[in-house]
């Protein structure tokens, strides 16, 4: 079964890093991936890693934030550098079977809150 928790996020200046972190239970051979949520907007993707580590990240956050797995435990971590008041949303994990998509497809976590301060 798919689990999924996501964990590290909180209040940090514009500048500043964050690394977040997505506990995966039963995603082997998943595609994963992080999703941002501004309260009354879409969930919009942020990076995507699939089982062969290839990456996809937003334009907006290319340059700035690194998606990344831990295949022993799983975990899938974002780091996120050089923040901006623009990044502040709620983000997911998300885990899916790779070629699956849309933007509601697979398995979600709750979320973590990300507030940057400028």
């Known amino acids: 079964q798919v689990q999924l928790a996501e964990s590290g996020g909180g209040l940090v200046q514009a500048g500043g890093s964050l690394r977040l972190s997505c506990a995966a239970s039963g995603t082997h051979s998943m595609t994963m991936a992080w999703y941002r949520r501004v309260p009354g907007k879409q969930r919009d993707m942020v990076a995507v890693?699939?089982?062969?580590?290839?990456?996809i990240y937003a334009d907006s956050v290319k340059g700035r934030f690194f998606i990344s797995r831990d295949n022993a435990q799983p975990t899938v971590y974002l780091q996120m550098n050089n923040l901006k008041p623009e990044d502040t949303a709620i983000y997911y994990c998300?885990?899916?079977?790779?070629?699956?998509?849309?933007?509601?497809?697979?398995?979600w976590g709750q979320g973590t809150q990300v507030t940057v301060s400028s």
């Open positions: 890693l699939t089982p062969g580590d290839t990456t």
């Open positions: 998300n885990a899916r079977r790779p070629g699956t998509v849309g933007p509601l497809a697979g398995h």
